[in-house]
Every structure is written in structure tokens, then in C-alpha cells.
């Protein structure tokens, strides 16, 4: 057949989500991918986590100055079994199960030779228009650094939701929560929860959440706080002076919105700590210095994780953490878009959506 390599005649498609416009997605044909290189390892996909992030590209083409080019493919919380490894793989095997760290730094920049992964000049992200394909399709390729094999005992749902898990892990590990802290969460989605999950496995704490929907507020409570309440319903910075009338030592942002930022100030005892967890969907946010300054509160953001993912697996598999209320709807990758618009739309008590890739997805190990 002249004109036709034989690399074209033997190429395999895959099926994937791919982002077709503002609230467009569809599943099409991607050629699927191979190993490129001595340590790349080739995973069949079995779940992936709808993260918010995802949601800002879906439903606004970016975040902040990355912006999508039509077609894309976004996810990145995502755990899958090896299908295949490079020739210079040393530590996965065929058929093993891991959790995936989307994170690929360079590994030379001054940020990652100071133990700053997270903040490498020259990081690539999965799902991140521009840097690296994303996790919802049938198979992926990443570097086995990304790779963080699990217990037989955990399903390969536990196994992606360790990548959100692990930012809750890291900003309570940031904060330095400890025995008799009191702390406040502001925003109860999936990364306000983990925060709340960290800090009680961290330390004997007391934590207050706040959220505008109810049925985050009820899992808030389900997890362990001491206390959930409505801003739209009630003065929730007043309500929890009543209980702590000196303030709170930790303020997570976790919603991205100013009027968080201004509640979590004001929550805050002086010399407290500010940790912004969450995404704003704007350019700028603002705060009264003078309360930042007659307090001298401290403001620290959280860029994703950094080297918790492996203390997340351990969390999880040791059962000292319970990330299963979490997942709260589950879609097969076929109506990929369904899962998006519900989280978008903030349907039915959505809390996690949970897209299984593989029929093993919510499966513990079966040897």
C-alpha cells in the first residue's frame, strides 16, 4: 500500500474525553500512547477524580492565563495498572497498581534541587493545556517517578483520590496543626474535606467548616468536624467566635472567593495562620491590611502537594483515614460530560465524581 508506513498501519486508537468548547466535551478516537523513552511506563487508566480545576477549563476555557486550544484532554486524579514499562524502569512491574502523582518536574531547576518539586520551572501537569495529555482516556504515559504502587487492599478509586487527598495532607503538614488546635476550613468541596481529614489525622484538633451547600456541610459533620455552617444562613464568623471566642490558630481557604478570604481573617487569632488552598476564578483578590497587619497574620498559599503522596497511601491503607464518603457518584468515561455538568451544576449532594475508565475501578485486588 504506497504512502502508508507501516507505523500508521499498526497505530491503535483510544478512547477519551476530549474538551471541545466552553461545557463541551466529547469522547473521541486518540491514537494511543507508547513509550518514548527508558523510563516511561504505560498504564491502562481505571479511574479518574473530577477535580475543580478541570471544572475551570471546562466551563471557562482556563485558569488564569493557561487557556485551552480545541480539541484538549484534562484529569489528573487518576490511578491505573501497568501495561507496559521502558528499559530503564526498575521498580514497577507489569500489572502492578498505582496511584499517579500528575506532577512531572525536571528535576534540575534550583526549585527541585531545593526540594521544591511542586514549584519547578519547568514542571509539566497532567491535563495542563500545553504541558501534558490528561488522564481521562483509556491509557496514559507517565515517568515511573509518577508512580506510587498500592495495597492490594485499596480500590483504584482510594488510589486517585490519594492525588487530592495528598494537598489536604500537605497544607495541614504546612500549618503545623497540632494536638489542641482549633481550626476553620472555609469551603467543604473535595479539597476543603481532605484538609479536614488531614488535620484529624494529624492531630487532636477541633475544626470548624463552612460551605454554601448543605449537603457538604452534612458530609463536613459525617468526617469530623465540630461544627458546619451556612454563610448565606448565618454569620458563620460569629457563630464561631461563640465557640472560640479568642479565634482560630488556622484559616484553609478552601472556595477561592474573597468573601472566604475576608471571613478567614476574621476568624483568625493574632498570630494565626491564613493557608490559601483554593483556585480563585479571578485575577485579584484583596484583604484589609490593617486586620492582617494589627494581627500580624501570617498568609501562606498552597501550591498542590509535596512528597505526601506516599504518607496518603499509607493514610488510606492503613485505614487511619476513610476516603470513600468522599466519591459520592460514579460515571463510566462514555458520558464523561454528564459527570462534569453534574459537578458544574452542583446536582444531586456532589461531592466527588468519580469516572471509572476500566471495569476495575471500584475494585479491590481480587489475586
Not at 110 to 115: A, M, N
Not at 185 to 190: C, R
Not at 329 to 336: G, S, T
Amino acid at each position: 500500500m504506497p504512502g502508508i508506513s507501516c507505523d500508521a498501519l499498526q497505530e491503535k486508537f483510544m478512547k477519551a474525553a476530549l474538551l471541545t468548547g466552553i461545557r463541551g466535551l466529547e469522547i473521541g478516537d486518540l491514537p494511543e500512547p507508547r513509550i518514548a523513552s527508558p523510563r516511561d511506563v504505560l498504564l491502562r487508566v481505571d479511574a479518574v477524580g473530577v477535580c475543580g480545576s478541570d471544572l475551570h477549563y471546562y466551563a471557562h476555557g482556563g485558569i488564569g492565563a493557561q487557556r485551552i486550544t480545541y480539541p484538549e484532554t484534562v484529569g489528573h486524579e487518576c490511578a491505573g495498572t501497568v501495561v507496559d514499562v521502558g528499559t530503564g524502569v526498575a521498580h514497577l512491574r507489569v500489572g502492578a497498581r498505582v496511584a499517579v502523582d500528575p506532577l512531572m518536574p525536571c528535576g534540575q531547576c534550583d526549585q527541585c534541587l531545593g526540594g521544591r518539586a511542586h514549584t519547578c520551572r519547568r514542571q509539566k501537569f497532567l491535563g495542563c493545556p500545553g504541558q501534558a495529555s490528561g488522564a481521562l482516556a483509556e491509557f496514559l504515559v507517565v515517568p515511573e517517578e509518577c508512580c506510587y504502587p498500592v495495597p492490594d487492599s485499596m480500590s483504584m478509586e482510594q488510589a486517585a483520590i490519594v492525588e487530592p487527598f495528598s494537598i489536604g495532607l500537605y497544607a495541614a503538614r504546612m500549618a503545623g496543626v497540632e494536638d489542641g488546635a482549633k481550626v476553620a476550613i472555609l469551603g467543604a468541596g473535595p479539597i476543603g474535606l481532605s484538609v479536614l481529614l488531614a488535620c484529624l489525622a494529624q492531630a487532636q484538633c477541633t475544626v470548624y467548616a463552612t460551605d454554601l451547600l448543605e449537603a457538604r456541610l452534612r458530609m463536613a459533620m459525617k468526617l469530623g468536624a465540630a461544627w458546619a455552617g451556612n454563610p448565606l444562613e448565618s454569620d458563620v464568623v460569629a457563630e464561631v467566635e461563640k465557640k472560640e471566642s479568642l479565634g482560630v490558630d488556622f484559616a484553609f481557604e478552601c472556595a477561592g472567593e474573597q468573601a472566604t478570604l475576608d471571613q478567614a481573617v476574621n476568624l483568625l487569632k493574632p498570630g494565626g495562620t491564613l493557608l490559601i488552598v483554593g483556585i480563585p476564578e479571578t485575577e485579584r483578590v484583596s484583604f484589609r491590611i490593617h486586620d492582617l497587619r494589627r494581627k500580624e497574620i501570617s498568609v501562606r498559599n498552597v501550591r498542590r502537594q509535596n512528597e505526601c503522596t506516599a504518607a496518603a497511601i499509607s493514610l488510606i491503607a492503613s485505614g487511619r483515614v476513610n476516603v470513600d464518603p468522599l466519591i459520592t457518584h460514579r460515571f463510566p468515561l462514555r458520558v464523561a460530560k454528564a459527570a462534569f455538568d453534574l459537578i458544574a451544576n452542583y446536582g444531586d449532594g456532589v461531592v466527588k465524581a468519580m469516572i471509572n475508565v476500566s471495569a476495575q475501578a471500584s475494585q479491590t485486588f481480587q489475586p
